[in-house]
């Protein structure tokens, strides 16, 4: 990946407009190409006479496995990128809080289901848009404090092989990405709005196998703090190393602790909570 | 009553650090453990045992009250503690210089608790606190 120049214009060059940054995709490898549709098709284009703020040049990928290879294959390089794009996000918007979390949303107001890799976000999201969630993100919540909002960010929504009992199955046009299957936007069964949700509740989500059901319990400003302390991901470009404005938020919106087994409970938990 | 830190922990990131954090546990996991920790674990050791001279470690602190809780941020352990009414009582009044006796009478006028129960709740409190380093023992006497 580069952002220094090539001579000539690549013959795909993507553009999509990503927490109000146009991020520009530059590339000559179609197969690149369409991989990067599949994951960041949700995103809008921006307007056309916008200039990048962020743009990526991805070399040809290495078609055939070849250990020692300069160039990596097709789904690492876009990997690779989607990473790095998290990274320059932050860079770029300094003024929002980005938090490891899924959102969903229901009757215009978001969901943020924070937890760990691992915790179930994207298992718990895939389910909840198969009951009239709204897809925001499966990964990072751009959060706006002082506006109290959260910016969708519509990556499409990664799954871990295999899929967990009950869950419902992959559509077509999933794609393969390095150790997860990427679920397009367009192929998800809900729509992705392309505008900011007020934040009406933060989920930390705690899935448990060795219970059943889903228990919510209401958390205090204090305790949402300092777990959302623990998923926040630009503490440090925020006064005070990030601590003052993760209490801003913790004291302004409703916070629970999910313990989930059931996918389903879960989906009827979350369902009535914002209902 | 419950007492001791209900503290939790968690290493801030390098700045810009986009990535996921996979290496850390759950902050709600620690949280349990040190609660647990606190409201049933015996006193490991007497009141007698903490009237080592201790200071403060309040420099590299960040302290927030939120709802009669305090969320101490230490920026240079990378942590952050969540301390429930008893225990943000007991490093209150210890960052204020008061001596331990002090502190114990005052939690028995507060939760009409007994003073053996009230000295034993401020030495674990103060052990703990210790243990995550938000005192420091030290030779200098603060009188």
Redesign the interface.
Known sequence: MSTSGESGAPPFSLRYRVVERCVVVETRDPIVASLVRAVLGGFAPPPEDRRADIRYRLPPARRRAAPGAASPGPARLVHDMLRRLTVDLQRQRTDLLFLHSAVVARRGRAILLVGASGSGKSTTTWRLLHHGFEYLSDELAPVDVDAGSVHPYPRALALKLPLHAGQPPLPAGAVALVSTVHVPVASLPSAAPGQSRPVDAIVFVDRRTESSGADLRPLSAAEAGVRLYGGALNLLTHPNRGLDAVLRLARSVRCFALATADLQATADVLERLID | MKQGT?A?A?R???????????E?P???DM?EQIADQGTDAPARGSFDDHRLPFEMQSRSL?V?E??G???I?D?RAGR???LNATAALVWRRLNEGKELEAVAVELTERFEIDLPTARADVGRTLETLRSEGLVCDTDVDLG
Do not use: F, N, Y
Not at chain 2, 12 to 22: A, H, I, K
């Open positions: 209900e939790a968690q801030p990131g390098p700045l810009l650090d986009g990535s996921v954090r996979r850390q759950s902050v709600g949280a960040i927030r939120v709802e809780e305090l969320l941020l920026t952050i503690h969540q």
